[in-house]
């Protein structure tokens, strides 16, 4: 059994900063890849950014200059630095796994809510 939890979710205004946390526990094996995904009302989850275990960054458009992303393999742990935010950030937040050597599984988030708004 392997749990995903988000974290750091909220309210912020426009400019301001929030950062996320996402947590793996339970029966991980090998950890590849981790990322963050984001999906508004009426719209697809779209990617926001991920990270390999090895460090390597792949970020969605909205998100370049803007967020990084970072991960402590130590504590199975990725994290998503939002900077200079936008009202059209807003979305919830899902927080993806992908677990195995060879075959691999995909493990999500139970989602967090960001909201961006004066």
């Known amino acids: 059994q392997v749990q995903v939890v988000e974290s750091g979710g909220g309210l912020v205004q426009p400019g301001g900063s929030l950062r996320l946390s996402c947590v793996a526990s339970?029966?991980?094996?090998?950890?590849?890849?981790m990322g963050w995904y984001r999906q508004a009302p009426g719209k697809s989850r779209d990617l926001v950014a991920t990270i390999t275990r090895g460090g390597r960054t792949d970020y969605g458009d909205s998100a370049k200059g803007r967020f990084t992303i970072s991960r402590d393999n130590a504590k199975n742990t990725v994290y998503l630095q939002m900077n200079s935010l936008k009202p059209e950030d807003t979305a919830v937040y899902y927080c993806h796994v992908l677990i195995g050597i060879g075959i691999l599984n995909n493990y999500w988030g139970q989602g967090t809510q960001v909201t961006v708004s004066s």
């Open positions: 339970g029966y991980i094996g090998s950890i590849s890849d």
